[in-house]
């Protein structure tokens, strides 16, 4: 059984580390080795709730990973940022 963590909200959260989280997360994968990139994701994406987002830091334009992860949720994608080095998207979770 799976259940959603919420990652962003309108008001500050704590999980007791004195730390809020009170921005919207930001995952750079281009550290990640390859073969693990797209599974490292979608379990990060999988801790959004409906309503939250996740910035995504990418070394290309990630459209294959962004079929799949429609084929998951319904999603909204806006580029903060287009290459040519990185490109950075809000992804959000309808």
């Given amino acids: 059984m799976s259940e959603f963590v919420e ?6 959260k704590s999980c007791g580390c004195h730390e809020t ?6 995952l750079d994968v281009r550290t990640i080795p390859h073969q693990i990139r797209h ?8 801790a959004v709730a ?15 990973l962004l079929a799949e992860l429609e084929s ?6 806006e580029y903060v940022e287009e290459g040519p ?3 950075k998207l809000l992804i959000t979770r309808q």
């Fill in 7 to 12: 990652i962003q909200s309108n008001k500050p």
């Fill in 39 to 46: 599974a490292t994701i979608h379990g990060a994406f999988d």
């Fill in 50 to 64: 409906p309503g939250g987002s996740l910035i995504l830091v990418a070394p290309h334009k990630p459209l294959p």
């Fill in 72 to 77: 998951r949720f319904p999603i909204t994608v």
């Fill in 21 to 26: 989280a009170t921005d919207i997360p930001v």
């Fill in 85 to 87: 080095t990185e490109w």
